[in-house]
């Protein structure tokens, strides 16, 4: 159980609408994500669950962690990293539960260009648990249906568009390499068995995620690297 004062002592979030934005089959939500507009542009949020506040550095925990090195995922099942209460219970970002959070806050202008970074220990409460379906849903299809179902978060989605391809051609015009490949899908049977493999689906709601989590591992390396060289 988190301690009031260790809520207390990080940035409370909880009232912005953060959601996840995963496959259907998700098992854990380790990061979400919100935009809003300012006066200058836009405000990123990506917000990662913060597992070191769980997991002591040189513990028994932490030695098995470190030996697995990353969780494992397979067409019906994932092998975990850290144990299921961590993995899928106070480490994921379930919807409508506190939870500790690292946050990248990130700051653009009106051309999608960064003009500030920080970052910050917080506590969310993610208002609602997406997928990359219902999504599309929302930004592609336009379907009635979704859109009144998520009607209050319908203009996030559209501001996380527009700023995604913001993102996108800023780095294009870097000189980036958009490695977009298929992937495949294990399509299996009622025994568990491999009955076929299909093209995944990729739509804008993939992108979305990609391109926020891109920037929020360059804000991150920008900061090391500022305070590496002094």
Same mark, same amino acid.
């Given at each position: 159980?988190?301690?009031?004062?260790?809520?207390?002592?990080?940035?409370?979030?909880?009232?912005?609408?953060?959601?996840?934005?995963?496959?259907?089959?998700?098992?854990?939500?380790?990061?979400?994500?919100?935009?809003?507009?300012?006066?200058?542009?836009?405000?990123?949020?990506?917000?990662?669950?913060?597992?070191?506040?769980?997991?002591?550095?040189?513990?028994?925990?932490?030695?098995?962690?470190?030996?697995?090195?990353?969780?494992?995922?397979?067409?019906?099942?994932? +092998?975990?990293?850290?144990?299921? $209460?961590?993995? !899928?219970?106070?480490?994921? %970002?379930?919807?409508? @539960?506190?939870? =500790?959070?690292?946050?990248?806050?990130?700051?653009?202008?009106?051309?999608?260009?960064?003009?500030?970074?920080?970052?910050?220990?917080?506590?969310?409460?993610?208002?609602?648990?997406?997928?990359?379906?219902?999504?599309?849903?929302?930004?592609?299809?336009?379907?009635?249906?979704?859109?009144?179902?998520?009607?209050?978060?319908?203009?996030?989605?559209?501001?996380?568009?527009?700023?995604?391809?913001? +993102?996108?051609?800023?780095?294009? $015009?870097?000189? !980036?390499?958009?490695?977009? %490949?298929?992937?495949? @899908?294990?399509? =299996?049977?009622?025994?568990?068995?491999?009955?076929?493999?299909?093209?995944?689906?990729?739509?804008?709601?993939?992108?979305?995620?990609?391109?926020?989590?891109?920037?929020?591992?360059?804000?991150?390396?920008?900061?090391?690297?500022?305070?590496?060289?002094?």
């Amino acid at each position: 159980v988190v301690s009031a004062d260790e809520i207390a002592s990080r940035t409370d979030l909880r009232y912005l609408p953060i959601v996840t934005i995963d496959g259907e089959r998700a098992r854990d939500f380790d990061d979400a994500v919100y935009v809003r507009k300012t006066d200058a542009g836009y405000e990123l949020y990506v917000c990662i669950a913060d597992v070191a506040y769980y997991v002591s550095p040189a513990t028994a925990l932490d030695q098995e962690a470190y030996s697995r090195g990353a969780s494992v995922y397979f067409p019906d099942r994932a +092998i975990p990293m850290l144990p299921e $209460a961590l993995s !899928n219970g106070i480490c994921s %970002l379930n919807p409508h @539960e506190d939870r =500790l959070t690292k946050t990248a806050c990130i700051e653009y202008n009106g051309k999608g260009e960064v003009v500030g970074t920080r970052f910050f220990n917080s506590v969310i409460r993610s208002r609602e648990r997406m997928t990359y379906t219902d999504v599309r849903r929302i930004l592609v299809d336009r379907d009635p249906a979704t859109i009144a179902r998520y009607a209050e978060l319908v203009p996030q989605f559209e501001l996380m568009e527009e700023l995604t391809l913001l +993102i996108f051609d800023n780095r294009k $015009a870097r000189g !980036n390499l958009d490695f977009d %490949l298929p992937e495949a @899908e294990i399509i =299996l049977d009622l025994q568990g068995m491999p009955e076929n493999i299909v093209r995944a689906e990729r739509n804008i709601a993939h992108r979305i995620i990609e391109e926020f989590m891109i920037v929020a591992n360059e804000a991150v390396a920008a900061g090391i690297s500022r305070a590496v060289d002094g």
